[in-house]
């Protein structure tokens, strides 16, 4: 009869085994078997970056260093629950860059994704792959993987925005390639913001233009469009009851998400709106464009308000609330879900009540 | 060796072959083999409806037939290339349908998919699949394959619309449902233009919905972000040499046509522009929003001025110009690209020189 | 209150308004509007064509005409539904194509995609794209959309089968196209059945090609690999209540059907088997590869024996009864569903008890 | 003028800034900001595991645990660029797993994707969801993302195969679930090997099924047919300048990737056949399952012989060496290139002359 079996070894013989296979690059899989009914729990910590905190850091930075010094004045938020200079979750980094008037960031281009969320700027530009694209608050540009991108800020205010990237699944992976441009800045058409012209309107493609690439063609999705659209859709409908009133970003050519391995959200929770719990195994990193609320995550309360940025590890129970009597709050936010759902990793349910 | 075999017989004895074949419900392929190297030939006949023709038959309409004897009161424009009761093209239909105030056209549904561009109306409504969506003049609302619609004028003026159909496709596979709503009105809900609302902006979606029918969620796509639209990209974009500025109407969930079976299109002609001459194997209904012109089709030229309706037969060769000197021409046009691209039987090149 | 209105006019003036309409390329509608809550009833009708007929009349063309007189010398199966010289059902012909010792069929492409579905043979082969295929009973041979295809038969033996296409549906939309090749026949290359060789193994695909044509890179699909398989299913599973063991001929590079028109099928009906009543959008025709028994359509019974070939029209009940004690029934059929599929305009439904 | 800025700090001052940046879990990105003209370089090396290592510790290790003690038998052949208990590579996993006669190992399922690649057998059998799957030398068998499996040993030889698995890939996620099934072992069905049954034969597919799962239903690909099939191609294809005759095992349903992290080749090389050199950002692991010859990896020489295993990293220059004059050499290998096309990351270039 067919049985597991059972085998009597001294825990010497045992150990001078695995001595062995360790010379030869061999280890045994029962030593380290782990729980067989096993769950995820990340390593990531839930964590608020309170603005009070990064605007007078991100300041302070652009008297220490200058865009010839530093090519990005990034300050990089860490995941305390990580090795110190690692990303914010598992996949995701989440920075701050500044921009100070007159100065330029050069133009170079990279297989890891990013997208910038402006916080602060009254002007100033980021120019991807010729495009010429203007900065206001609220706006989210895209510079996919491998897009040619510069910054620079013809304004006389800081420009501040937050960064999102995919470093550390593609560092993870070992595959990062970087490239500069030839020049410190990439040569601009006389059009300026010619993907919104042409992919910004709704259920509207231009038809002699044909769209091969994974990630979008339209790469400046201006908060003037995206706040008018949260505040109309939330008069007529419920939304998610997780999330509130959530869209997502697309790519006008598919109806996919952005990026092939980020998915971009934009959300408003109704005044007092206390959301249900759920979970996913995807990570995110919350930007609160406006309004004051916290988030359970775990049992962990996150206190935010304007302009903070937060975390919440992938697996993790969380829920949201709008402190707001009468003011709708507003959350940008990325994660990985796009990733995660084309390699079949993506799950997600209710917590338990 | 190998050869084409070559045979004497009488053409008696073949006719005797033939007559008997019949006989079996079978008949001889060289009998009737045509050209063996054949272009096609529609014959579908170029043709202009002019709205000083179409307007004063659809008033007259009104006064001849109630919307309880015509279920829908409509006139079709019928090819006169084509046996009289068949459609504008070998594929489409393009109709005349006018409601009078105070009056309602039952809700029904069908397998063919149907679409209104709106040419006068001050109020008035088409309710799709429970969504009560408003008209206005040059908007575009859909009533996809087997969506329950009914039309209401709530107004004091006509409302006259074009109705864009695939019956000659799908009346010619001899697979047509239709089923009438048990009521003569769908129920509505409190929203008006709810699909507006949630997919209506550009490069964003609900995230909580999934989109699984092969249509088009957006049903309405207003004239009054379309013209903006054309206008904006003109200022920046050449657009296509055929065709110049135009877009087509889109399925926010895919990025691809809006109805599986109909694509349709928004098109700016430049003041004085000429464009070059194509075909393809897709035949198009036009509609003139605003200006005038002629296009040439195989050599033929149909003049065109404001809410005029014409066609372009399958694989003709056709160029169009705008006649005004200071102000574009907007057309609107369907067509069956998109089926036939499933088919894999499009095709298009320019026009010999 | 809104509601359908009536209208009170004398007939008279109707039809003088219908003839006026007439005169200006318009119909109303409303005159020829049909049941209202319709179901689609086909012109064509269920029909045998018994190889005991068909047999001797392809062996009398081969004395009336040569392959220089017949480009194809082809007898064309017509559905006695339909207008005499039309196809077998309103998308698919079924032809029957005979080719003598020592003859050749010129060398041609057209944008009607067919099959070959070989009855007689004792040797010959189809050139498809360069790529010999030899031909034996019950092989599938695709030669589709703008394949160049040439035939011969170096053997000492007649070499007849079924042809496939989808002739009507091209046809109908009046965008045929054909071409001879420049030479009687196609080179070819110094190893025959390449397709086969490199693509029909179940799972496998070579590595350092890539498909981008819409239709099978594998061609031939010989007999004996797909009758074992369906023996081989038969023994492990029940199959579909409607089709008993039906498999599905599928282009390995996506899974889908071999042509994005017409999709192929190769079905077991066990000994006795009478199968359950279903219909269907598609139409379908048969071939009995090897059997006997009958197919109850909409209450007719057509009985078939080997090598006979029969269609169900769209949206007719069909059921199937194997009349053998002791063998399966073997059946190849094809049938327009793949593009119905495309255009969302198939249906199906089991007939009521 | 815009232009990249300088700024003058001192060290100390900029250190002071960094400390107090770390209390605040931040970090300064230019601090850290390597090679702005990056190119990947994978710590993972070029390594071959022998078979003669191999096999006496897996017999030793069935001395040492039952099946009971460990839950799976399993030796891990860990890189040695790597922490000592890491996969293979950054996100595979390679294995050797040993099966006694009489034992059994328990069923689970996790949403780690697994194959196994059979070394030895002369019987045994892997349940996959119910199917029971028996194993011969050369067979592939998948155990894809959350199907239950369970391994058995009714032979009176030891089972030994390759496990490949994405382990490092959804551990470095942080999102691994696993789960025991309820008993022991799966129930299993009357019949054997459906999956081979229904979908193993090329170009064909049972109709009355449909597949929405992401990863192949044919879960069992014998190297009776695998091996035919590499030196049938071979003997009329050139095959691929950098490795060969090389197949890629295809899901059937879509004709891709077998599961969507994993992709699984095998591969003849010609007698004395050297390969021209390229690299690509896939990783791949190799099973030697006949033959003897050498890898070039970025300059380092790994021979091989029969049933041994090796890596060539990500990004790494490679070329392969069949030794033999008279014999193919065939490898079998597996790489997560399918989960990097999907994310836009892979990339692929021949090495320059």
Chains 1, 2, 3, 4 share one sequence.
């Not at 701050?96 to 700027?121: D, W």
């Not at 560092?171 to 992919?199: C, H, M, N, W």
């Not at 008069?235 to 997780?242: D, E, L, T």
Request: aromatic share 8%.
């Amino acid at each position: 009869m067919l049985q597991r079996s059972s085998i009597t070894a001294s825990e010497e013989e045992r150990q001078a085994f695995y001595e062995e296979l360790k010379q030869q690059s061999m280890w045994p899989l029962w030593a380290d078997q782990g729980n067989p009914n096993g769950e995820p729990k990340s390593g990531v910590l839930p964590f608020v970056w309170h603005w009070r905190d990064i605007r007078p850091q991100a300041m302070r930075a652009t008297k220490l260093v200058g865009t010839k010094e530093a090519l990005r004045r990034v300050l990089c938020l860490a995941n305390p629950g990580l090795d110190g200079r690692s990303g914010s979750t598992r996949t995701l980094s989440a920075n701050i860059q500044i921009v100070m008037p007159g100065e330029i960031a050069r133009a170079h281009h990279h297989n890891i994704a990013a997208l910038r969320f402006i916080i602060e700027a009254s002007g100033g530009y980021t120019v991807v792959d010729g495009d010429i694209i203007p900065m206001a608050p609220g706006d989210l540009i895209l510079t996919p993987n491998w897009a040619y991108h510069d910054h620079a800020n013809d304004s006389d205010a800081p420009a501040i925005w937050l960064d999102g990237l995919d470093v550390p699944l593609v560092r993870g992976l070992e595959i990062a390639f970087q490239e500069e441009f030839p020049e410190e800045t990439q040569p601009i058409g006389e059009v300026a913001d010619l993907s919104l012209a042409k992919y910004g309107t709704g259920g509207l493609r231009p038809a002699w233009e044909t769209q091969t690439r994974p990630h979008s063609p339209l790469t400046h999705f201006p908060w003037s469009e995206v706040k008018p659209a949260l505040d109309r859709i939330a008069a007529v409908a419920s939304g998610s009851a997780y999330d509130g009133i959530i869209l997502e970003y697309t790519n006008p050519a598919t109806g996919g998400p952005v990026m092939p391995t980020i998915g971009c959200y934009a959300q408003l929770l109704r005044p007092r709106q206390h959301t249900e719990s759920h979970r996913h195994t995807s990570s995110t990193v919350y930007h609160v464009v406006e309004g004051e609320g916290y988030t359970l995550v775990d049992g962990q309360r996150l206190d935010w308000e304007s302009k903070d940025v937060f975390v919440v590890p992938a697996w993790a129970h969380h829920e949201h609330v709008n402190l707001s009597q009468g003011q709708p709050a507003y959350l940008f936010s990325f994660s990985e879900a796009p990733a995660l759902r084309a390699l079949d990793l993506y799950r997600e349910e209710p917590s338990a009540p």
